[in-house]
């Protein structure tokens, strides 16, 4: 992984935190980034059904 690609995946978090703490469903927002995340994920062939914590 470049240094490029490595700040590209920080801003992102750093973004989806700031969208978390701030939005009024926080709830809401966290199902909509787990769907992202799980969707990139799957997109590369990884599958998620092992991630999750019950």
Not at 1 to 18: F, G, H, P, V
Not at 20 to 41: G, I
């Amino acid at each position: 992984m470049t240094e490029k690609e490595q700040a590209t995946l920080l801003i992102d978090n750093y973004s989806n935190l700031q969208r978390l703490k701030t939005a009024v469903d926080r709830d809401k927002e966290l199902d909509y980034q787990l769907k992202l995340a799980k969707a990139k994920l799957e997109a590369l062939g990884i599958v998620t059904e092992n991630l999750k914590i019950e």
